[in-house]
Structure formats: structure tokens, C-alpha cells
């Protein structure tokens, strides 16, 4: 079975803290996303990583950026963290192209104070 | 991102009964492919059903099918004998390309589905 793991399923920072979500799997998939999720919003990607040190802008990347050293792990940095980041991230990942399933991991439930 | 509507932002079902959750999508492409996912209160998201749109058949998982509608641009899911554990938030995901994110998946907003003894 696939596992995609974050980091915390709860976290609490304050306004201008720099936070870390890390996100690993252990199925050797290229593809890694970074998605929020808001109430009557749906799930909107941040980020997306097709490969080691590659990385491309979702729909709403504004505020955050990332990281993919190593192919299993793929993180997302709130530089400065803000009020309007408190969210439900979460992280998922993909073998190949579009006709493949995206697997998620549990979520991390942001609270920035 | 391409728009993605689920215009049912609640839908109540009693157990055993069947339901329909409708999703429709914009696209201008032939060839894609389109998701069902679950999240139950636990929030982890979950495949339910999985469509390729160049298929005239209708996917089907044991309980879970859809109605894909190409030409309409529709994509709905029918659960069939509702039962307690179905009841979570359901997202359609159409697997469509733009410009920022290649073939990443775009959710609708989601609806929640309530099963009733």
C-alpha cells in the first residue's frame, strides 16, 4: 500500500513564525502536491513537484514556497506565517501522469495565531 | 484552474436508498481523466471511482458508479444502498490541463453527503 505521511496533524504558530510541513511517501512516485483545503473552497494546489528539485506554481502559491531535495520528501514553507494561512494542508502524491490515482496523506490542521 | 462545479453543497440520504451526486467541469481537451475522492470525518481522502474519458463505458466499483456525460461535460456519482459509512464529504476531481499545474487534479468544492438510519 502506498503511504503518504506528513509531519503533524495539528500544529499551532503564530503570525510571522516560518513554518515547516514536511511530507514524505515510500512509493518512489515523481509527482508530490501540496494542496489547501478550506471550507466551501474545496481543495486548492499550492505547489506541485514532478521530479527531484523541480517545482512548479499551483493556483494559489502566493506566500509559501518549496522544497524537494530527495524524491520521497517534499515540503512546504510559510516563510512568514499570516492569519489567512490557518488551513488543512494536505499533501499527496502520484506515479506518472494524469490517468494515475493521487494518494493523500492525513492532513495537518494549521492554526496561526 | 478550470472550473469545477458541484452544485450540491449538502445531500441527505437514508440507508439503503440511492443517491446522486452531480459534478460538472470546463474543458476544451478530448482526452483526461476524471476522479471521485471521499473524506470522511477522519479527513483522509480516498479514491472511490475513477473514469477515462475517452471510454463510452461507465465506470463502476461495487456500490459507486457514474454517469459520464462527455459531450455535457457531466460527471456524476451514484451510490447505490447508502450505507452509514458513506457519509463524508465527496470531491470530484477532473484530471485537466492548464497552464500552472500540467494534469494536477482540480477539485470541485465538495459535497456532503449524510446517510440517516
Known amino acids: 500500500d502506498v503511504k503518504v505521511t506528513q509531519s503533524s496533524r495539528y500544529l499551532v504558530k503564530r503570525t510571522g513564525e516560518k513554518v515547516f510541513l514536511e511530507c514524505v511517501q515510500d512509493m518512489d512516485h515523481e509527482n508530490m502536491f501540496w494542496y489547501r483545503q478550506d471550507p466551501g473552497l474545496g481543495l486548492r494546489l499550492i505547489y506541485f513537484s514532478y521530479d527531484v528539485k523541480m517545482k512548479e506554481k499551483g493556483d494559489i502559491p502566493e506566500g509559501y514556497s518549496v522544497s524537494r531535495e530527495k524524491k520521497e520528501r517534499f515540503s512546504l514553507i510559510l516563510e512568514s506565517a499570516s492569519t489567512n494561512q490557518t488551513s488543512m494542508y494536505l499533501c499527496a502524491s502520484r506515479r506518472g501522469g494524469a490517468s494515475e490515482t493521487q494518494y493523500f496523506g492525513p492532513g495537518t490542521r494549521l492554526l496561526v495565531l | 484552474a478550470q472550473t469545477v462545479t458541484q452544485s450540491q453543497p449538502e445531500m441527505s440520504v437514508q440507508e439503503a436508498e440511492t443517491v446522486t451526486l452531480s459534478c460538472t467541469y470546463d474543458?476544451?481537451?478530448?482526452?483526461?481523466?476524471l476522479f471521485w475522492y471521499k473524506q470522511p470525518p477522519s479527513r483522509q481522502m480516498i479514491l472511490v471511482i475513477r473514469q477515462e474519458a475517452y471510454k463510452q463505458q461507465n465506470a463502476t466499483e461495487n456500490r459507486f458508479s457514474v454517469n459520464f456525460q462527455k459531450a455535457a461535460k457531466s460527471f456524476s456519482l451514484k451510490i447505490s444502498d447508502s450505507q452509514l459509512g458513506d457519509a463524508a464529504m465527496y470531491f470530484c476531481?477532473?484530471?485537466?490541463?492548464?497552464?500552472?499545474?500540467?494534469?494536477?487534479?482540480?477539485f470541485g468544492k465538495g459535497t456532503s453527503l449524510l446517510v440517516t438510519p
Open positions: 474543458t476544451s481537451e478530448s482526452d483526461y481523466y
Open positions: 476531481a477532473p484530471g485537466l490541463s492548464n497552464s500552472n499545474s500540467g494534469y494536477a487534479l482540480n
